[in-house]
């Protein structure tokens, strides 16, 4: 134990995800060491974030005014969206420059030993935005991990009925593995080689209105 | 990482193991919490897991069962070589009230194993069992998850009883449970608090606990929900923190 401010910064610093006690130390350290305006630099980025930066109220992505960038793009085209898990995820589709429909961040993976279900991911807002009849295709690119398949699964079974077309990335993403580790080319090639998950989708789609979003969406 | 070849084959062990659960950890790697059927619940790293290019990751998920290589460290151990066995994951996942269900059992696994050392063999097979069960398909995976729940409880020690009573010992069938006392309890036993399930529910649980699935796959929906609160309710009785994943379970 430290005196005060420092244990406290340890403290903190070790709440932080991946960051154990003996880094929190080692970086609370650091802090203490470095030169004085660089670490008011890092004080301040973290306070301009948490006051300026919030999510698109449309994607969930994060965004600094009330809808994002890739949302506002006029050039976009809306007739794809594509689901992904975190904003990180958008960030490693755009770099693949193979993409240029809308997104959709669901807030993480469907975890049920961490409490997380579909209801605490941002799945009823994906409902509602399929009422747009102008979209043609979903493409689901959660991670291709365990969590991330069973998310694609569930997302699967709820929004079939609704007629779109559901695709999900091309495999060549060895299951494990978090989307944001792929490399450009293969992501590229994933989301062009991407497989329709329902080939024999109804011949008279149900008719396309948007959920009240009260309604819950994990009832089977 | 100064450790001389020596010291480096002493503490470095195989075992069997179902993956329980994982969690990231800094850049790439991941925590994976295993049961062994020898050591009881492991955790170890596993490095570089996270990136598309290792072929460990796919093997060390959530309801895989592995031979694991693991290098005991001071703070933590490491795994640096695992073999797929059986790959329930991949089932699991393709079918979503089996995966809520299995997260469930895992969850549950973690538990009992954790608080009792020397029931973790039976509960290894139990776990096992019911994740084969569930990939195979078949049953209702709702089903699987509370027959699983009953049959893991008895194992550590809390064994319910839902034929005779379980303050008098009296033959039944009975008309009422009491979930503190364990079960069944008969007319004259049965304390305030005790609710009164349909006799097809009290079959269906006792069927539930020694796995005679032609009654359970017979059952009307209404003994099965029935059934799956006062499995749901029992282990929360004997379990102090709620089990998260039971909350998410999907049944039909
Ligand atoms: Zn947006
Ligand atoms: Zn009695």
């Given at each position: 134990?430290?005196?005060?401010?420092?244990?406290?910064?340890?403290?903190?610093?070790?709440?932080?995800?991946?960051?154990?006690?003996?880094?929190?130390?080692?970086?609370?350290?650091?802090?203490?060491?470095?030169d004085?305006?660089?670490?008011?630099?890092?004080?301040?980025?973290?306070?301009?974030?948490?006051?300026?930066?919030k999510?698109?109220?449309?994607?969930?992505?994060?965004?600094?005014?009330?809808?994002?960038?890739?949302?506002?793009?006029?050039?976009?085209?809306?007739?794809?969206i594509?689901?992904?898990?975190?904003?990180?995820?958008?960030?490693?589709?755009?770099?693949?420059?193979?993409?240029?429909?809308?997104?959709?961040?669901?807030?993480?993976?469907?975890?049920?030993?961490?409490?997380?279900?579909?209801?605490?991911?941002?799945?009823?807002?994906?409902?509602?935005?399929?009422?747009?009849?102008?979209?043609?295709?979903?493409?689901?690119?959660?991670?291709?991990?365990?969590?991330?398949?069973?998310?694609?699964?569930?997302?699967?079974?709820?929004?079939?009925?609704l007629?779109?077309?559901?695709?999900?990335?091309?495999?060549?993403?060895?299951?494990?593995?978090?989307?944001?580790?792929?490399?450009?080319?293969?992501?590229?090639?994933?989301?062009?080689?991407?497989?329709?998950?329902?080939?024999?989708?109804?011949?008279?789609?149900?008719?396309?209105?948007?959920?009240p979003?009260?309604?819950?969406?994990?009832?089977? | 990482?100064?450790?001389?070849r020596s010291?480096?084959?002493?503490?470095?062990?195989?075992?069997?193991?179902?993956?329980?659960?994982?969690?990231?950890?800094?850049?790439?790697?991941?925590?994976?919490?295993?049961?062994?059927?020898?050591?009881?619940?492991?955790?170890?790293?596993?490095?570089?897991?996270?990136?598309?290019?290792?072929?460990?990751?796919?093997?060390?998920?959530?309801?895989?069962?592995?031979?694991?290589?693991?290098?005991?460290?001071?703070?933590?151990?490491?795994?640096?070589?695992?073999?797929?066995?059986?790959?329930?994951?991949?089932?699991?996942?393709?079918?979503?009230?089996?995966?809520?269900?299995g997260?469930?059992?895992?969850?549950?696994?973690?538990?009992?194993?954790?608080?009792?050392?020397?029931?973790?063999?039976?509960?290894?097979?139990?776990?096992?069992?019911?994740?084969?069960?569930?990939?195979?398909?078949?049953?209702?995976?709702?089903?699987?998850?509370?027959?699983?729940?009953?049959?893991?409880?008895?194992?550590?020690?809390?064994?319910?009883?839902?034929?005779?009573?379980?303050?008098?010992?009296?033959?039944?069938?009975?008309?009422?449970?009491?979930?503190?006392?364990?079960?069944?309890v008969?007319?004259?036993?049965?304390?305030?608090?005790?609710?009164?399930?349909?006799?097809?529910?009290?079959?269906?649980?006792?069927?539930?606990?020694?796995?005679?699935?032609?009654?359970?796959?017979?059952?009307?929906?209404?003994?099965?929900?029935?059934?799956?609160?006062?499995?749901?309710?029992?282990?929360?009785?004997?379990?102090?923190?709620?089990?998260?994943?039971?909350?998410?379970?999907?049944?039909?």
């Amino acid at each position: 134990m430290y005196e005060g401010a420092v244990q406290e910064l340890i403290d903190e610093l070790g709440r932080l995800p991946g960051i154990g006690p003996k880094s929190a130390q080692r970086i609370a350290f650091h802090i203490l060491e470095a030169d004085p305006q660089d670490m008011v630099r890092l004080a301040q980025a973290i306070s301009v974030v948490k006051e300026r930066v919030k999510y698109c109220t449309i994607c969930f992505n994060v965004s600094e005014s009330e809808t994002c960038t890739l949302c506002r793009d006029e050039r976009r085209s809306d007739e794809i969206i594509c689901v992904v898990e975190e904003s990180k995820d958008v960030v490693a589709i755009e770099r693949s420059r193979a993409f240029s429909g809308r997104y959709h961040v669901l807030g993480g993976a469907i975890n049920p030993i961490n409490g997380i279900g579909p209801e605490q991911l941002h799945v009823r807002e994906l409902i509602a935005r399929l009422g747009d009849e102008r979209i043609t295709e979903i493409i689901l690119a959660t991670d291709p991990n365990l969590e991330g398949e069973a998310t694609a699964t569930y997302l699967v079974r709820t929004l079939r009925p609704l007629g779109i077309k559901i695709s999900r990335l091309a495999s060549g993403l060895p299951v494990g593995g978090d989307l944001e580790y792929a490399d450009e080319v293969t992501l590229a090639r994933a989301i062009e080689g991407r497989r329709n998950t329902a080939p024999s989708a109804p011949a008279a789609p149900l008719v396309r209105t948007p959920l009240p979003a009260t309604e819950p969406t994990s009832s089977s | 990482m100064d450790v001389s070849r020596s010291s480096f084959a002493a503490k470095s062990y195989r075992t069997r193991g179902i993956v329980l659960r994982t969690h990231k950890l800094g850049e790439a790697d991941r925590i994976i919490t295993l049961l062994s059927p020898e050591f009881g619940v492991v955790r170890a790293v596993a490095k570089g897991v996270r990136r598309t290019s290792s072929k460990l990751g796919a093997t060390l998920e959530p309801f895989m069962e592995v031979d694991a290589q693991i290098v005991a460290g001071r703070s933590l151990h490491t795994i640096i070589q695992a073999q797929l066995r059986h790959p329930y994951g991949q089932a699991l996942v393709a079918d979503y009230p089996a995966y809520t269900a299995g997260a469930a059992m895992l969850e549950t696994a973690e538990r009992l194993t954790d608080a009792d050392a020397d029931s973790i063999a039976p509960q290894y097979r139990l776990l096992h069992g019911a994740l084969a069960t569930l990939a195979r398909g078949g049953h209702e995976p709702g089903t699987v998850l509370d027959s699983y729940l009953l049959r893991a409880l008895a194992s550590a020690g809390w064994a319910p009883s839902f034929t005779h009573c379980v303050r008098c010992g009296e033959v039944g069938p009975h008309g009422a449970v009491n979930i503190p006392l364990g079960g069944a309890v008969c007319h004259d036993c049965r304390p305030s608090g005790s609710s009164s399930p349909a006799p097809e529910t009290m079959a269906l649980l006792a069927a539930l606990l020694t796995g005679d699935w032609a009654i359970i796959d017979a059952a009307e929906p209404a003994a099965r929900a029935q059934a799956a609160t006062i499995t749901t309710n029992y282990l929360q009785w004997h379990l102090e923190r709620a089990v998260k994943s039971l909350k998410l379970v999907e049944r039909q």
